[in-house]
């Protein structure tokens, strides 16, 4: 009998439905699976391994044709309701135990699925491939995919994986009230647990060195928070790709960054940005480095940004083990040669990168890193690049308090900028802040081709010449600084134009109480005159001492505040105490360690105008009182007991230890004794083993359960906790200390035990301790295995100390100490490091003729150290001591420069050539002491050799002579030389002294015996030369030999100018800068004594009509008074000696003179104008004083307005002095009228 299949096979219809369909068949044919291999690991991405949940398409079938029957006849059709199936293969597992724990077996797990979900379950098994697959019916596609869940959930793993997800993304994924959380749990049937906000630390996304961080857009980096998915491996992958696909529709563009990266890697990636950017394979990204913080953002899509990211951390990890490094040291100013540009073009040279020690610290070292066959071009390379430029290090003149000055002006004005601007190719460097704090010579660094560095180098000569003179600080507390800035903005403008005088502030952060003025050099009106300079930076000094005087009394408070409230009063970033401060108030305020008190960290210093510190003192208290009202309000508190033999050590020494728990964790500890009647009582009755106390902890919840936790932690150490006594002799206590107890610490800390040295012996022979121990005994308490510990290592350091702790002593005659021990200590220092030995010599006492020395170290050391002793006082022999006494005049002559002098005596004589040895043989009074006497000690026959020499120099110093010289001080520095070479030269040649005035010792030679040829001569030009008279002549005669003839007088004229013109004339010292301009210099034998404003007659005696008048027509309460000029001036003349270059200066000169008294003769009278006050001066002064100027040249009258009253005075002609009036009033009423 055939089967239909036969039938279909015999009329070749294969393919076509089963017309009479098993009714447990499904007609849906599932898609071929093809499972893994045997033994191979399940991959967890794998739809085979674990298929996904959505139900399989159910695949359209296309009816046959009839098998029996044309297409036209009729069909039979089979009725046939589809039923929703699946199949899915699974890798051999092991079956895991059902919720009691119990084993179950996979049909056991089948029979419970099919219940619960009402499906038909198949299983096949398949030992080759080692997987079993499934096949699912159920009557709706709802209850298939449960089942399939609960099937899948029951035989796989239960993982639990983490998913960090972007904290702006964390709304989208729980939904509205929690929807779409809830669907991807009803859907997947796993756990997703989403921290709380507060639960998300600030900055989690912390890295280390080639770390990752992603953030959002080009902005901050976001934080990530951690998602934590449990359930069954393939529910998990499923509701990890919902949860992804979520993050993915609300990130396509992340940004992540790689920070940290190590500074000697950073140049060998960053030169790989065309690899990076090919990584991203298409995909849109932006690279951003930042040098400062070693780090490159990565913006972009967000599968091209994790593949760059990827790559950069590999190029980091491969260059981290491939490069090696190469040190070198090269001169700092070299080092700016090497950075930049110029260490790009290293790396593109020779594939290596430079690295340069920080301009801040003063190490030349360098640094070239690359792969070990690069390392030699790359050399090569910054040594070309170092000596590629000339550099030209320009010394600002000293003190540095100047230096800073000039290198303050310079930097503020722009000066290097200018300087490179001017010259190109050049570039001008500064020092930088650290190193003008530590250097004691300050330079400029010019750097550039020789020829151009040079004349940078002339201008900055020409502009620092400019400036000596024309620099001074005033004191100003840095705190009102910013107030007096804000409110006289512009009268320091003013400044400028008035006085030719800047001022520079420095910035608030270094907090420096002092303001530099300078008179501006590159301004065309600055005078080359020190004197003028003086005047108005004097000037300018005044008027800000008294605006900082103005601006309030300054004082300090020290306000007591626990450490534990400082965090209150400063807030988080600062904020309490930024609001304390206020925006405008001139005050300083510090807090703790930086307030640098003397009292100790326990305290808030606040500095600056009396009524700010006031205020903000009051609002610090306010804050530490809220601060100590919230520690009491959010209280939490414990009671627990514990063996009361333990309290003592737990309350520790006066409260120590709970005052540490209160201190350390803010919590109170409460310690109570007390017992109830009944417990009482019953200790009557029977004594009990153990006691208890009770301890009560209130605070903060989580600092008063760790305090608990740290009590019970002692107590049980203190349970634990055991003594031993150890037998070490007192004399190696000390070693076994260590200098401040630094190695018993060690001990106690390492071991956490407690070590007793006996600190001294009584009577008794018992140490002066808590524990009574003798002088021999070291006890140690703590836990059983730390004593243990503690006392092997101490009795190891015992036996090392018994090593190399060994004692010799032994006596040396007195006399030998002193060259036992050397000048300063040094042969005695180079005795113990040559033979690592401590040595100690008592002092004397009295007239011993001996000295005691202990040597404590090793046996070798000792006995080295011994004989190095016994050698130097071998050679010292015997010694006598002479005095003899020369006259103090002879002394420095006799020691000579540098004590070369001496040294040459003692050698003529056959002493030691060793400078120690030397320095004890002569001594001679230290300098400013009033005394003769010169000591010698010694050999008896090299002091008496000394001795004579010594006489007969003393006897050739006396026959010496003193002769003077006239020589013009201009040419003294020439002769003297650089560094005074030419000065030793001549001395040296001719045998004699030279002394120039101004030299130290000028002043101590006696008076030349030619004084009296030399009576004209200004001292200043007197040169005096002492030795043999032979010698000085030759001397004198080689110094006048090399002075140089004077320069051709100029020409000179003498003009005489009253006195009482000399103010009009004058114009402020405007005149004398016109007649230096035309090369002509003035020399005045007399100058005027009275001031050069005349002063106002008084008003009661005027004779002169008052404008406030009846019949005037001005305002009222103005006063105008006319008199004669010149009516108080001084008589007689000042002879003006003008001396010019030529004929023509001198006489444009003499007519600019003649015109000047002309027009001071025409100014006849002097007006005094008074005003109610000072109100209507801005209108009359005008921007800049252009209106006084206008009014001058309008009028031709000399206008002056008071800086202090409301007076104007006004000098000229009548007609002139009326005018300026009119024209004053005119100009004050002008916008009083239009209000």
Known sequence: MLSAADLQKRHQLEGAPDPFPSLEDSPVKSRPRPGPSAHATPDTNSTTAFPSLAPSPIAATTPGKATWGSDAGPRIRATVKATPSDSFTLPYTDVPPNRDGKPQTLGDVLKQVMTKFKVKIEASANQRARQTTFHMKAESQKELDKAKRGLLASLSPVIEDELPAPASTIPAIIGPKGATLKQIRDQTGVRIDIPRKEEVANGANGTASGKVTPGADDEEDEVLVPIKITGPQPLVIEARAMINEIISSRTSNITQRVRDIPAHILPFVTVRRAQFVEAAQGGTIHLALNNAEREITVSGDREAVHRVIESIKGVVEQTTSNITSLKISLPKRQHRLLVDRA??????????????????????????????????????????????????????????????????????????????????????????????????????????????????????SGLIGKLIGATKEVPVEYLVHRVIQGKHAKKFKQFHETHNVQLFFPAESLEQSSVLLVYDPLSPSASPSPDEKEKHLDEVAKEVLKVAKDAGEIKTEVVPVDKQWHDAVVGKDRTTLNAIIGEEQALSVRVGASASHESGENVIVVRGSASDVDNAVKKILAVVDDAKNDAIISSYSTEFDIDREYVGRIVGAQGAGINKLRDVLGVK????????????????????????????????????????????????????????????????????????????????????????????????????????????????????????????????????????????????????????????????????????????????????????????????????????????????????????????????????????????????????????????????????????????????????????????????????????????????????????????????????????????????????????????????????????RAACENAIAELKSQVKAPPPESITAVVSVPLKYHHAISQQGGFFRTLRSYGVQVDQSAMPQKSAVPTAPPQSGS???????????VPANITWQVGPNYQDAEEGDSQWTLKARDDGALERAQVAIQEAIQQAENMTHVGFLTLPDRSAFPRIVGAKGANVMRLRNETGADITVSRESSDIIIIGSETAVEAAKDAILKQASSRAGRR
């Not at 002006?409 to 190719?425: A, E, F, Q």
Request: aromatic share 4%.
């Open 669 to 1028: 500890v409460d310690v109570n004794d007390d017992f109830d009647e009944k417990d009482k009582e019953f200790s009557k009755k029977k004594r009990t083993a153990h006691q208890k106390s009770k301890i009560k902890i209130t605070g903060r919840k989580e600092n008063v359960e760790e305090a608990k936790k740290r009590i019970l932690a002692q107590v049980e150490r203190l349970a634990d906790e055991t003594s031993e006594i150890l037998h070490i002799p007192a004399r190696y206590h000390a070693s076994l200390i260590g200098q401040s107890g630094k190695y018993a610490i060690r001990l106690e800390e390492k071991y956490a035990v407690k070590i007793t040295f006996p600190r001294s012996s009584g009577e008794n022979g018992e140490g002066r301790t808590r524990e009574q121990l003798k002088a021999d005994e070291v006890l140690i308490k703590g836990g059983k295995k730390g004593v243990a510990h503690a006392k092997a290592e101490l009795l190891d350091a015992l036996e090392f100390e018994k090593d190399n702790n060994n004692v010799l002593e032994f006596d040396v005659p007195t006399h030998t100490v002193a060259r036992i021990l050397g000048r300063g200590g040094a042969s005695i220092n180079e005795i113990k490091d040559d033979t690592d030995a401590q040595i100690d010599v008592d002092r004397v006492e009295g007239n011993d003729s001996t000295r005691h020395i202990v040597v404590r170290g090793t046996k070798k050391g000792i006995n080295a150290a011994k004989s190095a002793i016994m050698a130097i006082v071998d050679s010292v022999g015997e010694e006598t001591t002479v005095s003899m006494n020369i006259e103090q005049r002879f002394h420095r002559t006799i020691i000579g420069a540098g004590g070369q002098g001496l040294k040459d005596i003692i050698a003529r004589c056959g002493g030691p050539d060793d400078s120690k040895v030397q320095a004890g043989l002569v001594r001679f009074p230290r300098q400013g002491e009033p005394s003769d006497e010169v000591r010698l000690r010694g050999e008896p026959k090299l002091v008496n050799k000394i001795k004579a020499e010594l006489e007969k120099v003393v006897t050739e110093l006396k026959d010496r002579v003193v002769l003077a010289v006239e020589i013009p001080a201009s040419q003294h520095r020439t002769l003297i030389g650089r560094g005074g070479q030419h000065l030793n030269d001549l001395q040296n040649r001719t045998s004699v002294q030279v002394q120039f005035p101004g030299s130290r010792s000028y002043n101590q030679v006696s008076d030349p015996e030619n004084m009296d040829e030399l009576v004209d001569a200004s001292p200043a030009n007197i040169v005096k030369v002492s030795g043999s």
């Open 343 to 460: 260490a790009e073009e290293i790396m593109t040279k020779s594939k290596c990168a430079v690295q340069v020690a920080p301009a801040d610290e003063p190490s030349d070292e360098i640094t070239v890193w690359g792969n070990q066959t690069d390392l030699t071009n790359g050399l090569s390379a910054v040594m070309e690049k170092a000596n590629s430029k000339y550099i030209h290090e320009f010394p600002l003149p000293g003190p540095v308090s100047l230096s800073k000055q000039l290198l303050t002006y310079m930097t503020r004005i722009g000066y290097p900028k200018t300087l490179s601007n001017g010259h190109p190719g050049v570039d001008v460097f500064t020092p930088s802040t650290a190193a003008v704090a530590r250097a004691s010579v300050l330079n400029i660094d010019i750097v550039g081709d020789k020829a151009a560095v040079d004349n940078v180098v002339r201008e900055v």
């Open 1103 to 1113: 004779s002169e009509a008052r404008i406030d008048d009846d019949d005037s027509e």
